[in-house]
């Protein structure tokens, strides 16, 4: 094996390109195992140990009954068919949320699709065309219907995989849960709608409260993060470790170490870091989440097994990611507009007087909700163009803005050039921020744009772009 491990990537190359073959040739070590191209999963009530063994257990509503669903593996550049049945007692729709896909694939009801009803199915057909670390999630009473458990992984593969020792994925929730398990009522509360949003205590990595996760000292591991809370944003660091950043939102980045150390991921949003595990054999290290001021708590302990090192990739330099075929945007020639994100608490738009549902606003309009027919265009956007989107935040709150059917170049924060070349489909914008994005709006169709905290955007913190 060691010796395997050595076969560099320029010859690995020069190979594929000399011979012609497919990076699914036996030959290379690395090649990817083939992936199905076609899946079946099924919305249905579950039970979850989402407390930790012996506790009671959580009625949820999930992906083939599991927390998270299953993960969706599918290859960048081909087709991929995945039938969803609908065994909740109401109606539900699949978003592939970052997937740059067609707007009758998008999940959104009224806009995308007829929701599926109760006992029908539905088959998304799509080619992904990037290659990187996306989810599922419900587009229909969002809030609901993610809150109790709905939501995968989707991992889209290179087609030449990165070497490295293991690949995870981590799924990250929170919950909010009644002592003896149950999943707490007041979903849509209006107080916490106009506020920070849902946020629950009981955090779980894959479905499962912090258990460790065990590993190898001298491993190489690609680990993609998944934030899929409903309102909680996150701020990782693991102990005695120094992650390297590949992919944000699923688009590679120049390779570079996190800002003071910290993995910041708002709701919805994904980052790819290389970990190298150099702590000592039969050592514990925490991951720690520290962003809420005097709420550090470990997500889980990097738990290592007592041998000696194994492998040695993690002396040769970070591999690197293939960027994903991504129209650049013309700055010279882009069409600014602003974007201002209003209301919440503190803001005086009444969101606590009781009177609407709408406690949020974007340029002054508020659209609640999952998303429906007929919803008016803020913005319509002339198809190649390239747009500078500058988010600016009004508000007291964060918000991580997230936008369908296309992704990003993150340009400037608060004047400051964003560094590493950073894309992304959700954006991250603290209280009184202001966030400049590029896009080139080549994908036609109705496309929301809206926050990922879910109670924002069911009270307003949503819109639509139109690309004709
Ligand atoms: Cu993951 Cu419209 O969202
Ligand atoms: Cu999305
Ligand atoms: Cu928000």
């Given at each position: 094996m060691p010796s395997k491990s050595r076969f560099s990537l320029s010859r690995r190359r020069l190979l594929l390109a000399t011979a012609g073959v497919a990076a699914s040739a036996p030959l290379f070590r690395f090649a990817q195992a083939a992936v199905p191209h076609e899946y079946r999963i099924v919305a249905r009530p579950g039970r979850a140990a989402l407390s930790g063994a012996g506790r009671p257990a959580t009625d949820v509503w999930a992906y083939d009954g599991e927390v998270p669903g299953p993960i969706?593996?599918?290859?960048?550049?081909?087709?991929?068919?995945?039938?969803?049945?609908?065994?909740?007692?109401?109606?539900?729709?699949?978003?592939?949320?970052?997937?740059?896909?067609?707007?009758?694939?998008?999940?959104?009801?009224?806009?995308?699709?007829?929701?599926?009803?109760?006992?029908?199915?539905?088959?998304?057909?799509?080619?992904?065309?990037?290659?990187?670390?996306?989810?599922?999630?419900?587009?229909?009473?969002?809030?609901?219907?993610?809150?109790?458990?709905?939501?995968?992984?989707?991992?889209?593969?290179?087609?030449?995989?990165?070497?490295?020792?293991?690949?995870?994925?981590?799924?990250?929730?929170?919950?909010?849960?009644?002592?003896?398990?149950?999943?707490?009522?007041?979903?849509?509360?209006?107080?916490?709608?106009?506020?920070?949003?849902?946020?629950?205590?009981?955090?779980?990595?894959?479905?499962a409260a912090a258990t460790d996760q065990p590993v190898r000292a001298g491993e190489r591991i690609r680990l993609r993060l998944i934030n899929a809370s409903l309102a909680r944003i996150m701020a990782l660091?693991?102990?005695?470790?120094?992650?390297?950043?590949?992919?944000?939102?699923?688009?590679?980045?120049?390779?570079?170490?996190?800002?003071?150390?910290?993995?910041?991921?708002?709701?919805?949003?994904?980052?790819?870091?290389?970990?190298?595990?150099?702590?000592?054999p039969g050592g514990r290290y925490a991951v720690i989440d520290d962003f809420y001021d005097g709420l550090s708590y470990a997500v889980t302990q990097l738990a290592y097994a007592a041998g000696p090192a194994v492998g040695r990739r993690s002396e040769q330099p970070t591999p690197t990611l293939a960027r994903n075929p991504l129209p650049e945007p013309d700055l010279a020639a882009a069409v600014r507009h602003e974007l201002k994100l209003q209301g919440g608490m503190m803001s005086g738009m009444g969101g606590m007087s009781g009177m609407s549902h709408a406690v949020w606003a974007i340029n002054g309009t508020s659209m609640t909700g999952d998303g429906h027919a007929g919803m008016p265009p803020l913005l319509t956007l002339k198809r190649m163009q390239t747009y500078v989107l500058s988010f600016v935040n009004e508000t007291a709150w964060w918000h991580p803005i997230h936008l369908h059917g296309h992704s990003f170049r993150i340009l400037r924060r608060n004047g400051s050039a964003v560094p590493f070349q950073q894309w992304g489909d959700t954006v991250l914008l603290a209280p009184k921020d202001t966030v400049d994005c590029a896009f080139v709006a080549d994908n036609p169709g109705d496309w929301m744009l809206h926050c990922h905290v879910m109670d924002h955007q069911v009270s307003g913190l949503m819109t639509v772009l139109r690309v004709s």
């Amino acid at each position: 094996m060691p010796s395997k491990s050595r076969f560099s990537l320029s010859r690995r190359r020069l190979l594929l390109a000399t011979a012609g073959v497919a990076a699914s040739a036996p030959l290379f070590r690395f090649a990817q195992a083939a992936v199905p191209h076609e899946y079946r999963i099924v919305a249905r009530p579950g039970r979850a140990a989402l407390s930790g063994a012996g506790r009671p257990a959580t009625d949820v509503w999930a992906y083939d009954g599991e927390v998270p669903g299953p993960i969706l593996r599918l290859r960048q550049g081909e087709p991929v068919r995945i039938t969803v049945e609908n065994r909740l007692e109401q109606e539900t729709t699949v978003h592939w949320h970052g997937i740059r896909l067609p707007i009758s694939m998008d999940g959104v009801p009224g806009i995308s699709q007829v929701p599926i009803a109760p006992g029908d199915t539905f088959t998304y057909a799509f080619t992904p065309p990037d290659a990187g670390t996306f989810w599922y999630h419900p587009h229909a009473n969002s809030l609901q219907q993610l809150g109790r458990g709905l939501s995968g992984a989707l991992i889209v593969e290179e087609r030449e995989a990165l070497s490295v020792d293991r690949d995870l994925v981590w799924l990250l929730s929170d919950w909010r849960l009644e002592p003896d398990g149950k999943m707490a009522p007041g979903f849509g509360n209006p107080m916490e709608a106009a506020m920070s949003g849902r946020i629950g205590k009981r955090v779980t990595l894959n479905g499962a409260a912090a258990t460790d996760q065990p590993v190898r000292a001298g491993e190489r591991i690609r680990l993609r993060l998944i934030n899929a809370s409903l309102a909680r944003i996150m701020a990782l660091r693991i102990e005695g470790h120094g992650p390297t950043v590949v992919a944000v939102d699923g688009q590679p980045c120049e390779p570079h170490s996190p800002e003071s150390g910290r993995l910041l991921l708002g709701p919805a949003m994904r980052i790819d870091v290389i970990l190298d595990m150099q702590g000592e054999p039969g050592g514990r290290y925490a991951v720690i989440d520290d962003f809420y001021d005097g709420l550090s708590y470990a997500v889980t302990q990097l738990a290592y097994a007592a041998g000696p090192a194994v492998g040695r990739r993690s002396e040769q330099p970070t591999p690197t990611l293939a960027r994903n075929p991504l129209p650049e945007p013309d700055l010279a020639a882009a069409v600014r507009h602003e974007l201002k994100l209003q209301g919440g608490m503190m803001s005086g738009m009444g969101g606590m007087s009781g009177m609407s549902h709408a406690v949020w606003a974007i340029n002054g309009t508020s659209m609640t909700g999952d998303g429906h027919a007929g919803m008016p265009p803020l913005l319509t956007l002339k198809r190649m163009q390239t747009y500078v989107l500058s988010f600016v935040n009004e508000t007291a709150w964060w918000h991580p803005i997230h936008l369908h059917g296309h992704s990003f170049r993150i340009l400037r924060r608060n004047g400051s050039a964003v560094p590493f070349q950073q894309w992304g489909d959700t954006v991250l914008l603290a209280p009184k921020d202001t966030v400049d994005c590029a896009f080139v709006a080549d994908n036609p169709g109705d496309w929301m744009l809206h926050c990922h905290v879910m109670d924002h955007q069911v009270s307003g913190l949503m819109t639509v772009l139109r690309v004709s």
